[in-house]
């Protein structure tokens, strides 16, 4: 069901989880900020284990939502004044798009800390809009329609976490999504290793990166050359021709910080062990390593890698000074409803 008015004396309880996503060919600039609207199409890789799950129970004789967060401490709390109000918007337009008036209690917990430096929103904000949806609608909404309620949340990239496996999210004819699944996750087994090398949260946030892209001298040369990038890209998945891969992964990573680097006024994203993760990843591979970096707007380094190449990658990454911890995930197959409840 895409639109229209639903019954409130039908919505019952729903819990879902979506995983985070990495991409390959960056959402980076938008043509609508606020609706999420992008002005070029992305590629990414939607994980398995980092995960957001979300619970959401409609509420009766209340006025406003009831936003809860799992804190660092394990326990259920009511969300930061940021956190809830991003919720409550992504709510409001998805009552909106349902037809649907009520408030409801919603509970997120992710399986990866704060701390982590791993970015949250994609995975959240997907599960959240199949929470809600599962409870207003008894049952999840088609993919398509999923991403599109993810979307609305104003974090792009949830729109490609509605989706499992290789996922492209078009910006042509109007960008409004959804996203298709372009290779199953059964197409090929990725392994991602997130080096961290920074926790805290990042100072400009990827809204603010949005804006401040087209004021880079550069943005205009990379929208002409994403077309072709995004070829090769797909072209190399669809191989699964590793080297190739390797190479345009790491162009895009590199040239999205260059577009960040560049714009006025410039962000800078890395820190010094984000370089020192690249340069080990380029001579893994020249050891016959099977490795490739990306980054999205922080500081963290995404290691993409075979199956057979993960364990000695692992550790390498691990004795890199700077290098807090690493996270290792691999390509998942979408969002799903659960039947235990967040509480
Ligand atoms: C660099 O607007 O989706 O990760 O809401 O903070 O998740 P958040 O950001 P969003 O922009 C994502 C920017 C990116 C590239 C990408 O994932 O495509």
């Known amino acids: 069901m895409a639109k229209g008015t639903a019954d409130h004396r039908k919505a019952g309880s729903a819990t879902a989880e979506a995983a985070a996503n990495i991409a390959f060919i960056k959402y980076w600039g938008a043509v609508d900020l606020e609706a999420a609207i992008p002005a070029n199409p992305s590629i990414s890789m939607t994980l398995s284990s980092c995960v957001s799950r979300c619970s959401c129970r409609p509420l009766v004789g209340v006025s406003e939502d009831e936003i809860l967060f799992r804190d660092e401490s394990g326990s259920l709390n009511p969300a930061v004044a940021a956190f809830a109000g ?16 009520g408030y409801f209690r919603i509970a997120t917990e992710n399986s990866f800390p704060a701390g982590a430096g791993m970015a949250s929103s994609a995975s959240g904000f ?10 207003v609608e008894g049952g999840a909404p088609d993919p398509e329609e999923l991403s599109i309620r993810a979307r609305i949340s104003g974090s792009g990239s949830a729109t490609r976490s509605a989706m499992g496996g290789y996922v492209v999210w078009p910006s042509e004819p109007s960008g409004e999504g959804p996203a298709k699944i372009r290779f199953p996750a059964s197409h090929w087994d990725l392994r991602d290793l997130v080096a961290v090398v920074q926790t805290e ?73 984000t370089l020192a993760v690249l340069e080990q990843v380029r001579r893994m591979r020249s050891d016959g390593l099977e490795a490739a970096s990306t980054m999205d707007a922080g500081a963290n380094v995404h290691v993409l890698c075979t199956p057979e190449s993960e364990p000695a990658v692992a550790e390498r990454l691990a004795k890199i000074p700077g290098v807090g911890r690493v996270i290792a995930d691999r390509v998942g197959s979408g969002p799903r409803l659960l039947d235990s409840e967040v509480n």
Request: net charge positive; aromatic share 8%.
């Open 86 to 101: 991003r919720v409550r918007g992504h709510l409001d337009r998805l009552r909106a798009r349902m037809g649907y008036e």
């Open 126 to 135: 997907c599960a959240l809009a199949l929470a809600v949806s599962a409870s």
């Open 201 to 273: 949260e990042k100072k400009v946030s990827s809204l603010d990166g949005h804006k401040l892209a087209p004021t880079s001298p550069h943005y205009r040369r990379r929208l002409e050359v994403l077309p072709e990038r995004m070829e090769r890209v797909v072209r190399a998945l669809s191989e699964r021709d590793f080297a190739t891969f390797a190479d345009v992964l790491e162009e895009e990573a590199i040239d999205l910080h260059l577009i960040a680097m560049s714009s006025r006024p410039a962000v800078f994203y890395w820190k010094p062990a």
